[in-house]
């Protein structure tokens, strides 16, 4: 469901707030006037769907906030609790877009960065170094060398994010692999396995990435603040 959908969504219901509070008070000011029992009954109806119509708005709200809630406590909990590396190919994928964006709002509401390994950087399109440079303007990346033992390096020396995965394991016990790929997932385990470290997938990016998108417009059309009490969620 398009974001621009959702926005016309709530600008109908609001409407309809409006309309329903504009037939109540003419009603009122006719019974005033005409007094009519009838009428008092005919009164209920745009106070029934009033009420009714603040209900649905209340309750659209309140889901929103809670949806955010919960996506930030994902991102923070799980997706940025340990060492994370994110797989080149989701990197460079036009339909993460919201992703990126929704990890980039959290990542500098909650004052934390990301750890980028430079082997990924050299085989990247440019549309994804042009993001990964966005990160670094707002300072919610930074950079470090990929830091393997040669036969490492000779091992992986395919998969640049496999390396990634390997210089994160030296800092961290547990790592997280953003990937779709079951082949990429398959030899992260494997690598990680042998190195004693744990692994931490996460790999439904479409859900997430729908989940993004309305995190994204709830946060661009002012319905949330990011991160409230995120002090709570990164002490966690």
């Not at 340990?82 to 929704?102: C, G, H, Y």
Request: charged share 25%; proline share 3%.
């Amino acid at each position: 469901m398009p974001a621009r959908y959702e926005h016309g969504q709530g600008a109908i219901m609001r409407l309809g707030l409006v309309i329903g509070f504009a037939l109540t008070i003419i009603l009122v000011l006719v019974v005033s006037r005409n007094y009519n029992p009838y009428l008092l009954v005919l009164l209920l109806l745009p106070v029934f769907y009033l009420t009714g119509m603040y209900r649905a708005f209340t309750s659209s709200a309140r889901k929103t906030k809670s949806d955010a809630r919960s996506l930030e406590s994902t991102f923070l909990k799980v997706l940025l609790r340990d060492a994370v590396v994110i797989d080149s190919a989701v990197w460079q994928d036009d339909n993460r877009k919201s992703f990126f964006k929704a990890l980039a709002i959290i990542l500098a509401a909650a004052g934390k960065k990301i750890v980028f390994y430079d082997r990924q950087y050299q085989g990247l399109t440019n549309g994804a170094k042009a993001l990964i440079e966005q990160f670094r303007a707002q300072d919610i990346i930074t950079f470090a060398p990929a830091d393997i033992s040669p036969a490492g390096a000779e091992e992986d020396a395919a998969v640049p994010a496999i390396q990634a995965l390997i210089s994160a394991a030296r800092a961290s016990r547990n790592v997280v692999l953003v990937s779709d790929s079951r082949e990429m997932i398959a030899q992260a385990r494997k690598a990680m396995k042998k190195r004693k470290t744990g692994l931490t997938v996460i790999d439904n990016l479409d859900g997430i990435e729908d989940s993004c998108r309305k995190y994204c417009a709830a946060v661009d059309g002012l319905k949330i603040i990011p991160l409230a009490g995120a002090g709570r969620l990164v002490k966690k």
